[in-house]
């Protein structure tokens, strides 16, 4: 797997916090995008994935802890808690102690319902297994029909023997992408085109079976208003040149990609997954 050393171990370090959960846990984010490269559905790519220093973790809400937590097994494994905001319990960042980078985890859970309710505001965060976990709109998909990876000894992530994690199916992946790209500032929509390109481009010998994923396993359980976002995101997004395309072109280096390539890719790679059956 591409990527340097040190970040591989520090990923390592998490995982091995996480192993009494990685049955229920999800791996979603720029660490999901990353491990797409280990599918046996992915093809290989001349250029390495991009790369980020947090690891986002989706968490079911329901999930339970036995014996330890997972705010214990964090500890014990060298993450420190960092809290911030002002959210009862407090938004939380878990840093890797005594490393060079900067690697940290972060903990997501599905917003269900709405933060302004009837009997006031509720908690934008909320305490699973130990841990502070951001509460978020569309996670609830991004833990639905994960996909599998196994990540070897061998791989420098420093584990006794190989482990097994769940990622996000790279169909959620991608429809959360377009979901949250109205909020998102201008250079976050640059990268999310970048991973959007760059995941279409890790699949793109199998867009039928993502498609298959995006009819049986991810659409049935979308909101409509969701699902009209996502089956029109091909033509409202990518049908002409915008600025985020052209900065997600110049970001793509030092391989060298034209905005009209990234352009035509997602456009088409999300209309052969997401148009609507006829």
Known sequence: MTGSSADLENFGHLIEALSPWLDQVVIIGGWAHRLYRL??????????????????????????????????????????????????????????????????AEFLTPLVGSLDSRRGKQSATKRIAGVTSQRLRHVDFLLAAPWRVDLSASESFHFAE?????????????????????????????????????????????????????????????????????????????????????????????RTVTPEAVRELCAFGLSRIFSPAD
Do not use: C
């Open 39 to 104: 599918h046996p559905s992915a093809q290989e790519l001349d250029y390495p994935p991009l790369t980020t220093i947090d690891a986002d973790v989706a968490v079911p809400i329901g999930l339970k802890a036995t014996g330890q937590s997972i705010h214990e097994r964090l500890t014990a494994t060298g993450f420190q808690a960092e809290f911030l905001g002002h959210h009862k319990p407090p938004a939380t960042h878990y840093r890797l102690i005594d490393q060079t980078g900067g690697f940290y």
């Open 162 to 254: 190989g482990k097994a994690v769940l990622i996000a199916n790279p169909v959620s992946f991608l429809a959360q992408k377009l979901l949250v790209y109205p909020k998102r500032n201008r250079s976050e929509r640059a990268k999310d085109i970048l991973y959007i390109h760059d995941t279409l481009e890790t699949f793109g010998a199998r867009i039928a079976d993502l498609r298959t994923e995006w009819s049986h396993r991810i659409r049935p359980g979308i909101h409509s208003r969701s699902l009209r976002i996502i089956e029109r995101a091909p033509e409202t997004l990518f049908a002409a040149m915008s600025d985020p395309v052209r900065q997600a072109s110049r970001i793509a280096q030092p």
